[in-house]
């Protein structure tokens, strides 16, 4: 049995976080979408006032994955919610609960901090982690579609 640790990330993993990240780029088939960098993320996640905060899962004390995750909050319920932006866990790790883990260890806070949502965006075409999600009881949320401005659209709407 593999002993699993979740920790606060700290500066000292930005490196590896950044390594995980572009892991998780090539496996979602989007490496050239990552546009942050090492700098970039330490000052997001430590900075003076960070709005993301992250998770390291350790297996048998080594790296095995990191979540990152930010508060939202839900007008209908008047309570916030945990919105998890990334989960990885390298291939190494995959299938000996360290996702499980990360999970778990978020909804805990969540329900310490009465969060009245946990929740995240999986692609449609990852039946892995689809599956993975709904053996515990996660439900798809088809009623809503997601939209996103960026780039330069983000630009021209923002100065018209």
């Not at 990191?66 to 990334?86: C, P, R």
């Not at 000996?96 to 999970?103: D, E, I, P, S, T």
């Not at 949502?117 to 997601?146: C, H, M, T």
């Amino acid at each position: 049995m593999s002993a699993i640790q979740i920790r606060p990330a700290t500066a000292a993993d930005i490196e590896n976080i950044y390594a995980m990240i572009i892991e998780l780029a090539v496996y979602e088939k989007a490496p050239d979408e990552v546009k942050t960098n090492p700098g970039q993320l330490e000052l997001a996640l430590f900075g003076e006032d960070p709005k993301a905060f992250s998770l390291i899962c350790e297996v048998d004390g080594e790296m095995a994955g990191y979540a990152i995750y930010f508060y939202n909050f839900s007008t209908w319920l008047g309570q916030y919610g945990i919105f998890l932006e990334d989960l990885y866990i390298t291939p190494k790790f995959r299938g000996c609960g360290a996702g499980k883990a990360l999970l778990k260890h978020l909804a805990q806070k969540a329900v310490a901090e009465n969060c009245g949502r946990f929740e995240w965006n999986v692609l449609d075409w990852n039946q892995p982690a689809i599956d993975f999600y709904e053996s515990f009881g996660a439900k798809p949320q088809s009623e809503w579609v997601g939209y996103r401005l960026t780039g330069d659209a983000l630009k021209l709407f923002a100065t018209k």
